[in-house]
Structure formats: C-alpha cells, structure tokens
C-alpha cells in the first residue's frame, strides 16, 4: 500500500546536537511538507517543496532545514539554532502543485525531545 | 495572511448524538478549499471531509457534513450519531487557490477541538 513512512516514531537528542527527522513517499506525489504540532497551537508549516531540488520557507523556518534531492524523500534537519525543538513532527505530501482541492496525506509523525 | 479559529477548544458529546464544530477563517481570496481533518490518539491525521469555496452545496460523507456559508467565512462540521471511534482531534484548515501576495502553499490549520465521546 502506498503511503508516507516517517522515522523514528521517537527521538530523544541532546540540547545543542542537530537531528534529521527521515520522511518518504511512495504515493508518487509531488509536494511534499513539514508541519509542526506543539499542545493547543495546531499544525504550523515549517517547509515544503514541489518539486525535487526545490523547497521553500514555510510560516516557522528559523532553526531547521530541508533537502529533496529525490522525489520520494524529504527529510527535515532540526538545527542547535532551534530555540525549543521539543515538539511532534508531521510530514505530508499531495498529488501535485497546483491541485488545491487536494487533500494532503500525512505520515504518523516523529516526536522529537530534546533535554 | 489566511487565518482559520477554531473558538471550541474542546466539545462533549453523548453518545449516537449529534455535534456541531465550529470554525472561521479570514481570507480575501475569493477561491479556496476548506477541509477537516481528524487526529485520534494515534496522531495519524486522517481527512474528514473538504469543500471547495465555488460549490453552494454542502459536504457531506455519511455521518459527517458541513455547513459550508461563504458570506460569513464559516464552516463548520456536524457528526450525526456520534460514535465512540470518533473521540479526537478535529482540526479544520484551508487552502488557497494558487498562491498570492508571496503566501506558502499548503494548508492554514486551526488550533483544533478536542471531541470527547461519553458513551
């Protein structure tokens, strides 16, 4: 069955270490995203891509970064820049750019602590 | 920039009842797509229903519809026979129609409703 893998389910990092949170497609989407959920704040857009070798900032940016060097991967680096990187991550993906109406499909995401 | 409230932060309801969320957004463009998703205590998000701006008629999927007024920029979701498995998270979001004023692609979430089930 298709769908979107993302790995770890848990990761546990130490203040300071960056960490690479794995995220792959085989729904052969187009766009791809990464959201971040923290306790009564939703989900908020840290990067997304359209197409490979391309993404763009989301609404949260600061402190992480992205690669798509293949279409089925996007995987997120969370940086020692990220001020409070303790959260759960949730990737996503849709048919294609510009297909509005569609739906995103979403992984069961990585939560991450970092102590 | 689109923002999506949801005023409920969480909602109560017997059993085979029925439930109405409530959500609200504000945007200036005139074609978008609204939708809700459900997240239970796995985390997974999974779709629940979306409705496209230009459509008049409402969403609906079995047990769940929406009451979709775009004059208001309301759009909220009702569950008729309320069941246990839909215990959740329901989040509502929204995606525009292209891109505009440099905006990002992807979907604007609420902060969600906290749905609990008494049986």
């Known amino acids: 069955d298709g769908g979107i893998t993302q790995s770890p389910k848990y990761l546990f990092r130490k203040e300071g270490q960056n960490v690479t949170l794995s995220c792959e497609q085989n729904?052969?989407?187009?766009?791809m995203y990464w959201y971040r959920q923290d306790p009564g704040q939703g989900l908020r857009l840290i990067y997304y891509s359209q197409i490979v070798n391309d993404f763009q900032k989301g609404d949260i940016a600061e402190g992480y970064s992205v690669s798509r060097e293949k279409k089925e991967s996007f995987p997120l680096t969370v940086t020692s820049a990220q001020k409070n990187p303790t959260a759960f991550y949730l990737c996503?993906?849709?048919?294609?750019?510009?297909?509005?109406?569609?739906?995103?499909?979403f992984g069961n995401g990585t939560r991450l602590t970092v102590t | 920039a689109q923002t999506v409230t949801q005023s409920q932060p969480e909602m109560s309801v017997q059993e085979a009842e029925t439930v109405t969320l409530s959500c609200t957004y504000d945007t200036s463009e005139s074609d978008y797509y609204l939708f809700w998703y459900k997240q239970p205590p796995s985390r997974q998000m999974i779709l629940v229903i979306r409705q496209e701006a230009y459509k008049q008629q409402n969403a609906t999927e079995n047990r769940f519809s929406v009451n979709f007024q775009k004059a208001a920029k309301s759009f909220s979701l009702k569950i008729s026979d309320s069941q246990l498995g839909d215990a959740a998270m329901y989040f509502c979001a929204y995606r525009a129609e292209g891109y505009s004023g440099g905006g990002a692609d992807g979907l604007t979430f609420g902060k969600g409703t906290h749905l609990i089930i008494q049986p």
């Open positions: 729904l052969n989407h187009d766009a």
């Open positions: 996503a993906s849709s048919i294609q750019t510009g297909a509005y109406n569609s739906p995103l499909h």
